[in-house]
Protein backbone atom coordinates (compact mmCIF):
# COMPACT_ATOMS: atom_id res chain seq x y z
CA UNK A 1 0.00 0.00 0.00
CA UNK A 2 1.34 3.31 -0.98
CA UNK A 3 2.43 5.65 2.22
CA UNK A 4 1.49 9.75 1.55
CA UNK A 5 2.93 11.79 4.48
CA UNK A 6 2.00 15.16 4.39
CA UNK A 7 3.90 18.19 5.97
CA UNK A 8 4.45 22.26 6.21
CA UNK A 9 0.94 23.14 7.64
CA UNK A 10 0.39 25.96 10.37
CA UNK A 11 -0.82 29.17 11.62
CA UNK A 12 -0.57 32.15 9.48
CA UNK A 13 -1.86 35.73 8.83
CA UNK A 14 -3.74 36.79 5.54
CA UNK A 15 -1.59 37.51 2.88
CA UNK A 16 1.35 34.66 4.41
CA UNK A 17 2.67 31.77 2.74
CA UNK A 18 2.63 28.41 2.91
CA UNK A 19 4.40 25.44 1.59
CA UNK A 20 3.20 21.92 1.56
CA UNK A 21 5.17 18.54 1.08
CA UNK A 22 3.59 15.13 0.27
CA UNK A 23 6.23 12.39 0.50
CA UNK A 24 5.33 9.03 -1.20
CA UNK A 25 6.31 5.84 0.02
CA UNK A 26 7.31 4.57 -3.93
CA UNK A 27 8.14 6.33 -6.80
CA UNK A 28 5.20 8.91 -7.51
CA UNK A 29 6.17 8.61 -11.69
CA UNK A 30 4.16 5.94 -11.92
CA UNK A 31 1.09 6.96 -10.47
CA UNK A 32 -1.66 8.10 -12.79
CA UNK A 33 -2.26 11.73 -10.66
CA UNK A 34 -1.49 13.44 -7.36
CA UNK A 35 -3.42 15.85 -6.14
CA UNK A 36 -4.20 18.33 -3.09
CA UNK A 37 -7.42 18.15 -1.26
CA UNK A 38 -8.67 20.32 1.42
CA UNK A 39 -11.53 19.33 3.79
CA UNK A 40 -12.76 23.04 5.72
CA UNK A 41 -14.52 23.06 8.82
CA UNK A 42 -18.65 22.12 7.84
CA UNK A 43 -17.64 21.36 4.36
CA UNK A 44 -16.68 18.03 2.05
CA UNK A 45 -13.74 17.82 1.21
CA UNK A 46 -12.74 19.62 -2.23
CA UNK A 47 -10.16 19.24 -4.85
CA UNK A 48 -7.90 22.33 -5.30
CA UNK A 49 -4.88 21.62 -7.30
CA UNK A 50 -4.28 17.91 -9.52
CA UNK A 51 -1.52 17.25 -11.79
CA UNK A 52 -1.50 14.35 -13.97
CA UNK A 53 1.54 11.50 -15.07
CA UNK A 54 2.45 13.48 -18.27
CA UNK A 55 2.34 17.34 -16.39
CA UNK A 56 -0.65 18.55 -16.63
CA UNK A 57 -2.11 20.76 -13.96
CA UNK A 58 -5.86 21.72 -12.87
CA UNK A 59 -6.67 24.13 -10.11
CA UNK A 60 -9.73 25.09 -7.98
CA UNK A 61 -10.95 28.70 -9.50
CA UNK A 62 -10.89 29.69 -6.33
CA UNK A 63 -7.21 28.97 -5.46
CA UNK A 64 -5.84 29.64 -9.24
CA UNK A 65 -3.06 32.10 -9.45
CA UNK A 66 -2.21 32.44 -5.85
CA UNK A 67 -1.08 27.94 -5.64
CA UNK A 68 1.15 26.00 -7.70
CA UNK A 69 1.58 22.24 -7.85
CA UNK A 70 4.20 21.04 -8.63
CA UNK A 71 6.58 17.75 -7.72
CA UNK A 72 9.92 16.40 -7.59
CA UNK A 73 10.07 12.90 -8.54
CA UNK A 74 13.51 12.38 -7.47
CA UNK A 75 12.65 12.68 -3.98
CA UNK A 76 8.80 11.31 -4.03
CA UNK A 77 7.63 14.96 -3.44
CA UNK A 78 4.60 16.52 -4.03
CA UNK A 79 4.43 20.22 -3.39
CA UNK A 80 1.77 23.18 -3.20
CA UNK A 81 3.37 26.29 -2.84
CA UNK A 82 0.03 28.26 -1.33
CA UNK A 83 0.90 32.27 -1.52
CA UNK A 84 -1.54 35.26 -0.05
CA UNK A 85 -3.82 32.45 1.82
CA UNK A 86 -6.98 33.89 2.96
CA UNK A 87 -8.97 32.80 6.01
CA UNK A 88 -11.60 31.05 3.51
CA UNK A 89 -8.45 29.07 2.65
CA UNK A 90 -8.76 27.27 6.34
CA UNK A 91 -8.66 23.83 6.26
CA UNK A 92 -7.09 20.09 6.51
CA UNK A 93 -5.20 19.51 3.14
CA UNK A 94 -4.63 16.28 1.66
CA UNK A 95 -2.47 14.39 -0.11
CA UNK A 96 -3.92 12.01 -2.71
CA UNK A 97 -2.81 9.91 -5.56
CA UNK A 98 -4.45 7.54 -8.02
CA UNK A 99 -1.92 4.47 -8.07
CA UNK A 100 -2.23 2.13 -11.40
CA UNK A 101 -3.13 -1.63 -10.96
CA UNK A 102 -4.06 -4.48 -12.71
CA UNK A 103 -8.06 -4.39 -10.83
CA UNK A 104 -10.22 -2.82 -12.88
CA UNK A 105 -10.00 0.62 -11.14
CA UNK A 106 -6.68 2.42 -9.93
CA UNK A 107 -5.90 2.70 -5.87
CA UNK A 108 -6.79 5.65 -4.20
CA UNK A 109 -4.13 6.67 -1.72
CA UNK A 110 -4.94 9.64 0.88
CA UNK A 111 -2.22 11.18 3.54
CA UNK A 112 -3.56 11.94 7.00
CA UNK A 113 -3.73 15.59 6.28
CA UNK A 114 -2.24 18.97 7.50
CA UNK A 115 -4.13 21.95 9.27
CA UNK A 116 -3.80 25.09 7.75
CA UNK A 117 -5.21 28.16 9.61
CA UNK A 118 -5.92 31.38 8.06
CA UNK A 119 -6.29 34.03 10.97
CA UNK A 120 -5.10 37.56 12.19
Known amino acids: QVQLVESGGGLVQPGESLRLSCVAS????????MGWYRQAPGSERELVAR???????TYADSVKGRFTISRDRAKNTLYLQMNSLQPEDTAVYYC??????????????WGQGTQVTVSS
Open 51 to 57: ITRDGRI
Open 26 to 33: TSIASFNT
Open 96 to 109: NAAVPTTAPYDYRA
